[in-house]
């Protein structure tokens, strides 16, 4: 009778302990739980996504460094490739077409010619062909070669910057490819320069219609949107803007329609002008721009600042009160209880010392159509403390609270405003690095977290399934007798020399049914696990009746096991009783726990192990 009292384990006990469980501790906080000394190790290249990088740090835990735009693109094999938009020499073709620069790595590629503006933009299989009418034969040059402009908002000078000087007297044209979309830019040296330019776009397999706003888009035979041109503005040396301009489809022929794109003489004639002017007209490939920062002007509440090189908050002269917007698609497989911390980086460009706190947008927005007019409103409930100067002019902004709200499915993810205390006067404004500058310069949200794997809890009622057979997602009852248990290997034994007996049992019966390479011994209950697999324990204990340290063969012995979820809290069935979600044990860790069954206490330490999560169990 003893013996078969023995070897149920996990059963012969339910009936004394239906009504109780495992006795949690109070909760310790989870990044005392943590060490804090902590450095990269290594990027995890399972959990890079087209805008975030994963590091495992040194104490187990992850760091995921997310963007504001794609920092990868996927290649035509599915192989996440580092965007690069560095311009080239790259001989290419296409019909009677020779181009010979092109960016470098995209999956918009931007294809220009080396004597005239001439360009091919492809994105998959849509193209659109262009080249500017009229224009002198040059000699192009690629980033700084090129012009030595210096205007406030615009970086005409970077890697992905290509110019072509004197196409009309007094005429440069720069063109910078950047994620999702081309620039454009006209540099009006004096006030003799055009105040109009015509471009020829092949419109063989497509056609440009005019929008409601004023600017065009372009549509192949099918009625697809797959290129929109961004609004017309341009600004002068001085920082003097106007949205005088506009776009008309002058002559629409067989294969190719003509489009001008004219400047308000009056504000080039302007005595108070200050030279050169840039104009800016940019094409955007539709469903491809995922760049998500921007700014909003007071002084000119209908305009969009997408297509600008900063960010800016506070109040000047030239814009009055502008507020940065900034937003960043969360990457998956991170659980709201695993967050122990979340920030924003910006880099510093120019300006006052910031006094700027992050707030969560309530409401949302599209970086290409967002104005002071149409701007959302936003919560001062768990804003960020004010931006602190950490490291060679980077700010960083918590804001823990709001990115477990966002995980945790409390509110949707909108966003931030970024907003400076200070928005009177015209003295309190900063310029910050937007996600069109060069990398390392780029908004980053961090967020620092526990990786708990994959498996989320899975109910079951089923009354032939117990501990082990559970936690190992393995739908069996998984008894002594099929570990081999033996009551005389057994006996005389210490709890942690039953311990170290149970789980060289345990690991034999898994290496045969799991196979060796789908389990693995951790250290433990926060040890860095592979991606894709999760955490389970295995703890004994027996009824110490005679007091002798040792376990007989009439003592009530047991072991049982335990597996966390997805969301960190753990999770176990009980012999033949139902399976059990146990609240708020994220930051438990199980080994120090007072967990009981019925008289029994597994009091051993804990014995833990990493799964691949890759069974599909019908529960």
Known sequence: MKKVMVLLLCGMLIVIIASSGPVFAAENNLEETISSEKYRVAEVPELRETNADTYLLSNGTYECVVYAEDKYYRDENGNLVEINNTIVPAEFKRETNAYSYANTANSTKVYFSDTQPAVLITSGTNELAFSLVGSKDVNVAVGAKGNSYDFKDFDLQSDNCITYADVFNGTDLVYSVNNGYLKEYFVLSNASAPTEFQFQFDTKNCYIKENDAG??????????????????????????????????????????????????????????????????PSIMVTGDTSTYDTYVSSRYPTTNYYLYNWLHTGRDDSY???????????????????????????????????????????????????????????????????????????????????????????????????????????????????????????????????????????????????????????????????????????KGKTTAQLQTYLAEKAESWMTTNLGASNYGVISNYNSDINTGWYRIILRVGFVDADGDGVYDINEIFDYHWWYQTNTGDWADKLGSLPSQYRNNTYNVNPANQTWQNGILYYNSAGKFYQVNDIRTVSW
């Open 215 to 280: 600017t065009l888009d372009v549509y192949n035979s099918s009625r697809d949107l797959l290129f929109e041109f961004g609004a017309l503005f341009a600004v002068d040396s001085a920082g003097n803007y106007t949205d005088a301009l506009k776009y008309e489809i002058s002559e629409v022929f067989k294969d190719t329609t003509i489009v001008s794109v004219s400047i308000d003489s009056d504000y080039l004639n302007d005595l108070g002008r200050v030279f050169p002017v840039l104009i800016d």
């Open 320 to 490: 009055y009160i502008r507020r940065t917007y900034i937003k960043f698609d969360l990457p998956s497989g991170i659980q709201s209880n695993g967050i122990t911390s979340a920030y924003i980086n910006l880099k510093y460009y120019s300006g006052s010392v910031p006094s700027i706190k992050a707030y969560r947008t309530t409401g949302s927005w599209a970086s290409s159509s967002l104005t002071w007019n149409n701007k959302p409103s936003y919560t001062t409930t768990n804003a960020s403390a004010n931006a602190a100067l950490y490291s060679d002019n980077w700010y960083r902004m918590y804001v823990t609270s709001i990115v477990k709200s966002w995980y945790a499915g409390t509110f949707s993810n909108y966003g931030f405003v970024l907003k400076d205390a200070t928005e009177s006067g015209t003295s309190q404004w900063t310029t910050f690095y937007s996600s069109d500058a060069a990398s390392p310069n780029k908004p980053e949200l961090h967020i620092n977290y526990v990786y708990y794997g994959t498996r989320p809890y899975q109910s079951t009622n089923r009354d032939d399934i117990n501990c082990m057979g559970y936690a190992l997602e393995y739908a069996s009852y998984i008894s002594g007798p099929m570990l081999n248990l033996s009551l005389n290997e057994m």
